[in-house]
């Protein structure tokens, strides 16, 4: 078999996704009631999620099956390729194999229709009529768009402002396959209203775009919401790639020493770890596992371990994780699928375990490793996944330096055709830095609920 591309038949397809809730060694602690600041039960979403949702939420079995119907439409991509980058290899002069598995393959250009899917069924089987969502760079309005497509339902995309105007065919893409795509903050509501109330020239947040699709669905009884990220049954349907992965990596006949992913809310760098975490867990297996952000919303290398709202409104219950604060607005940066103010909470328990580690870059250092990775391998990469890049490269300059070989293998999650705008920006030298500022991180994170 070649070393440069290794596949995996469609019969190899996962029948399974892993939950991680089965073998952490503590367990995620209890999402509370926005209201009340008790545990949240089933009857607290079920106004917005279907109940097979919310039992995969809160399920601990180790293996949940993928019904047919799923995988029939995952057949359209998946198994995704994994690649071995040996122009990059070579360019970098390391002795380390640098891997990477890559799904931008899919209809949608990303990692997301891996749960797009699923969401969409489960919602239809429940007889929803509706899904209302937000997206940030639009990977995630577009897989649902798709998803929703596919099993005849509408769907409404409340797409944070600045990526409105950054990413123009990410919309017409999701219009395209049928849904109704609000800039946010909108005036279509209460929590868009007193955010543009209090700056009328809001870019708006993923945090602000979840307020106003939750309250959306809320409101209306042939409506549901649906989420891209951070939450357990999100990150439990991507681990269709990290189980390809471990397949394809056993082809090549080697095991990872590394495995990078970025990260925003969590779910493609869920997805890809969290079958390898098993393996630390389980087997004692030593490998690095690297979630990769922004400096400009480093939730994970600055955040505190705490409670927080998932939205800026407080309509959606505290969860346990790493966070900025949820009313923190995060600058423009063109990794809009990075601008949000927590990590999932499986993530971040594992992370305060020290099962995985975290690192934040700069906006222009990481367009500088997407460059040289589309120079060497043929593949724009989507400004989130070139943080991982990124991470990747430095992890094979250190193996040059340490003179040892090293495995590498990182998520490619999404393609960056959409995103020219960015690299237009980068190449003609308008594209800046933005970190966050400490005076910035305490503000934000005075604003934590008292729990």
């Known amino acids: 078999m070649s070393d440069i591309k290794i596949l995996l038949d469609e019969n190899e397809i996962p029948t399974h996704w892993y939950n991680i809730q089965a073998d952490m060694p503590n367990a995620v602690k209890p999402p509370l009631n926005p209201k009340t600041g008790q545990p949240a039960g089933p009857e607290d979403l079920s106004v917005i999620f279907p109940m097979e949702l919310l039992k995969q939420e809160m399920s601990v079995e180790r293996w949940i099956e993928i019904p047919e119907e799923v995988r029939e439409l995952y057949r359209l991509w998946r198994p995704s390729p994994l690649y071995r980058a040996q122009r990059l290899e070579k360019a970098l002069d390391t002795p380390a194999k640098i891997y990477y598995k890559y799904e931008g393959a899919s209809p949608a250009g990303s990692h997301k229709l891996n749960t797009a899917i699923p969401q969409a069924y489960y919602n239809k089987k429940a007889g929803i009529k509706r899904l209302a969502t937000e997206t940030g760079a639009g990977q995630w309005g577009s897989a649902l768009a798709m998803a929703c497509n596919f099993f005849g339902m509408e769907c409404t995309v409340y797409m944070v402002k600045v990526s409105y105007q950054q990413k123009p065919y990410r919309r017409s893409m999701m219009q395209l396959f049928g849904a109704s795509v609000i800039p946010s903050p909108s005036d279509k509501t209460q929590a868009g209203r007193d955010v543009l109330a209090k700056n009328p020239n809001s870019m708006g947040s993923l945090g602000v775009a979840i307020s106003e699709a939750v309250e959306d669905a809320i409101n209306h009884g042939d409506t549901n919401y649906a989420l891209g990220s951070v939450l357990n049954h999100v990150v439990l349907h991507q681990t269709v790639i990290g189980l390809e992965a471990k397949k394809q990596m056993e082809k090549a006949g080697y095991y990872p020493d590394v495995i990078i992913a970025c990260s925003g809310g969590g779910s493609n760098f869920g997805g890809i770890a969290m079958p390898f975490v098993y393996d630390k867990i389980k087997e004692g297996k030593n490998t690095r596992i690297m979630a990769v952000e922004p400096t400009a919303c480093p939730s994970l290398t600055k955040g505190r371990f705490a409670y927080d709202y998932g939205d800026v409104a407080k309509l959606t219950p505290m969860m346990m994780m790493y966070t900025v604060g949820h009313d923190f607005m995060p600058p423009g940066i063109h990794a809009g699928g990075l ?64 003179g040892k070989s090293r495995t590498i293998l990182f998520n490619l999650s999404g393609h960056g055709y959409f995103d020219m705008g960015a690299y237009d920006a980068y190449l003609s030298g308008r594209l800046q830095d933005s970190s966050l500022s400490e005076d910035e991180l305490v503000r934000a994170l005075e604003a934590l609920p008292e729990v």
Do not use: C, T, W
């Open 339 to 402: 601008r949000y103010h927590g990590a999932s909470p499986l993530e971040s328990q594992l992370m305060h375990d020290g099962l995985i580690e975290a690192k934040a870059y700069d906006q222009r250092e990481v367009f500088d490793a997407a460059k040289l990775f589309a120079q060497n391998e043929g593949i724009i990469p989507a400004p989130e996944s070139s943080h991982a890049i990124k991470a990747a490269i430095d992890e094979a300059l250190a193996a040059r330096e340490a």
